[in-house]
Every structure is written in C-alpha cells, then in structure tokens.
C-alpha cells in the first residue's frame, strides 16, 4: 500500500487498471474516483490534490484505490441561516465518499489507518455521502480498529437519497408515469411555452466551446435567483472560476443546460456525466417566471435529452429530502456525511459541544411543529421557514 506518484498516475497501464476497477463499483459518485476527474483537479485545484493510495496483491495486480483531497470542512452554528460560530476542521476527503475498494474489513481498515498515519496535520478524514446499507457504513461503526483510532460522527444523521432510474427509452418512461402526473408535466410544460409566445429553448451544454453562453445565461439566472450564494454554492463557485466548467468539458464530463423563454433565460441546471450516470449537481431559476415551474420543466425536458443523447442509465439528485426530488426519483435510500475525527483533545470538544448544538436544534424544531397555529390557519412563522428549507411547504 503505497501513495501513487503523480507519472505513474498517467500511465496507460495504470490507467487501465484503475479504470476496471471504477467499471466494476456500484458507487453513484465512482465519477469522483475515475481518472477523469483526477485529471481535472489537478488542472483546476492541485493545491488541494494527492497523490491516491493503492493496494496492490503480491503480484502486483491493482486491488483497491483510495483518491484523496486535502479540504477544509467547517461545522457551522447556524440559526435560520445566520451563523454564530464554526469550527473549521483540516480534513482528508475521500473522493467519492466510499474507498474504491473491496469490501474487505481488513483492506479497509488497514487505507484509512494509512491515511490518518500520513496526514498528522489533518483533524479528520471525510467520506462526504456514504449509503447507510453500504459494507462502508457498517464496517465503519463495527471496526474495533479505527473505533479505537476516530470517533465517527454524522453531524446531520442519516439523510434521505433520491435518485431516478430511467428505462432504455423516452417512451418508456412516460408511460411508466402516472396519468395525473403525466397530465401536469404536460400542462406545466405548455404554459410556459404558451408564456413565452411559443418560444420555449432547451440547450445542452458539454463542449468547452458552449460554456460561455452557460455562464452568460446562469449569471442572468443567477443574480435573480432567490436561493443566493449559501443556496447554490457549486453554481457561484464554478462562475467564479469559469475554467473549471471549460475543463470539465474537455474532459467529457460537463453536461449542463439552459432553458430559455421567448429568449429569455428563466432557468439553468448545472450537471456532470460519467458514463451512464448523470449528476444533477445544482439548479438556478428566475423567480419572475416562479408561477410556470421552470425548475420542473426544465427537469421534465432534461429527462428527455438523457434518454436520445448519450444515455443515461440513473440520475443523482444528491442528498437532501426535497418534494421534487421525492416526486421525480423512484430509487429512495439514506447516506450519510461521515467524519471520521481522530481521537484527540480539541476534537472531543468539537463533537461534545456540536452535538449538543444538534440536539438542541431538533428539540427546538419538533416544539415549533407541534405548536398551535397563529390566528386562524397560519403557521408561525419559524414553522414556516422549515416547510421551505425542507420542501414540504
């Protein structure tokens, strides 16, 4: 087990294995883990890049792979979106939030080990979206190991994870629809054309040579979009660095769009693809065209594309339990953000004082809840907010 230097990284022997071994997992974000994106971090952030660890057997053949980046994750104290304080944690990101490995107990424990043994300036390693049935999970909270190395900490719990399957054709999935639904896709879809004069545009960005028309139109979308930084942070990022998207492109997997109305942008999506799997990173819409959905429409188009060019097989909607990611997933499971932080003084009051933070914060929103209405039929407001935030207003 050893880190992979950086020409070995680009050897097509290497490159070989390391992509057999991205075919053969079942991992939604294996894109994170392929030598593609590799590549692209290290054009576009190799400050932040190192060198991947791997496990090979006694002959040499490639086992197990661990991509790695060095990040800053803060724990944030935060009440109805103003933050009172943060602790800011040096972390070791494990790309793809599950190690490209076996499920093997010992495999496992013995790469994590390595990476904290390797990195004494790091408080934690973070493993960013990891399935609560996956070996990862289990082996995590089993392995006497690292218990006795990190204490492993979910600052948000177990979240839910909604991502669509789709079928072999466009067709298909229309008619796996249910008629209501159908109806009001149709509906949503007709008077925003209707809106537009008939003039209703979806564009697919994932060519370096269309990325400045996506930064044009998302910057339009962008400054109207009510959500603001903290509410599409990857959005604002990649339009503060717009070679980043220029580099995702060149390497194959920048699939974004833009949906225009009678010309005007009223809403963007900004996406990847990595072989058949589409991440639906983030979404940005015009709250002037609000009452049309665009941000549905958008998706419901979208949909469209990805079935007649390049298919896709699953679409990730990432975590996070919002109404339109229950209403157009239909493979629903639970991750987890992991921490795994080492077992030292400054890190037993990070977790003591934010899990008391936590505790605090559901007992607060189970009372809201569970409170009478204001007046006749209003909810106070705080109850309010929460509806938003979670997509259940």
């Avoid at 963007?268 to 940005?284: A, F, K, M, S």
Wanted: glycine fraction near 6%; proline fraction near 7%; include cysteine.
């Amino acid at each position: 087990m050893s880190p992979v230097a950086p020409a070995l990284c680009r050897s097509q022997a290497f490159r070989h294995s390391w992509e057999a071994l991205v075919s053969a997992t079942s991992n939604l974000y294996a894109q994170e883990q392929s030598p593609e994106w590799h590549d692209y971090l290290e054009a576009t952030r190799f400050e932040e890049l190192l060198p991947p660890v791997a496990v090979h057997d006694a002959a040499g053949t490639l086992l197990g792979l661990a991509p790695i980046v060095r990040r800053e994750y803060d724990l944030e104290f935060n009440v109805h979106g103003c933050i009172l304080g943060r602790f800011r944690l040096r972390t070791l990101c494990v790309l793809g939030s599950v190690p490209l490995l076996p499920d093997d107990p010992g495999l496992y424990d013995r790469v994590l080990v390595a990476l904290d043994e390797a990195h004494p300036e790091c408080d934690a390693i973070h493993l960013g979206s990891v399935p609560t049935d996956s070996f990862c999970w289990k082996h995590l909270q089993s392995s006497q190991r690292l218990q006795g190395r990190f204490r492993m900490f979910a600052p948000w719990g177990a979240c839910p994870f909604h991502s669509l399957e789709l079928p072999a054709t466009y067709e298909r999935y229309v008619a796996a629809l249910p008629g209501a639904k159908r109806y009001k896709l149709r509906q949503k879809v007709r008077r925003l054309r209707e809106h537009g004069g008939g003039e209703l545009r979806i564009e697919r960005v994932d060519t370096a040579s269309e990325v400045s028309k996506f930064l044009e139109a998302s910057t339009a979308v962008a400054s109207r979009a009510w959500q603001g930084p903290r509410g599409n942070p990857k959005l604002y990022k990649f339009l503060a660095q717009p070679d980043s998207l220029v580099e995702l492109a060149r390497r194959g997997l920048l699939r974004s769009y833009t949906l225009s109305c009678a010309a005007v942008p009223c809403a963007i999506v900004l996406g990847t693809q990595y072989r058949d799997i589409y991440h639906y990173v983030e979404i940005g819409y015009d709250p002037r065209f609000a009452e049309f959905s665009p941000g549905t429409v958008l998706l419901h188009l979208l949909i469209e594309d990805l079935l007649h060019h390049r298919p896709a097989r699953r679409i990730n909607f990432g975590s996070g339990d919002l109404a339109w990611k229950r209403e157009f997933g239909n493979v629903h499971a639970e991750s987890a953000s992991v921490l795994l932080l080492r077992r030292t003084p400054a890190n037993a009051v990070r977790y003591v004082s934010y899990s008391a933070y936590r505790s605090i914060v559901r007992f607060a929103k189970d009372r809201l809840r569970a409170a009478p209405a204001i007046g006749r039929g209003t909810p106070p407001p705080a109850i309010d907010e929460i509806r938003r935030i979670r997509g259940i207003g």
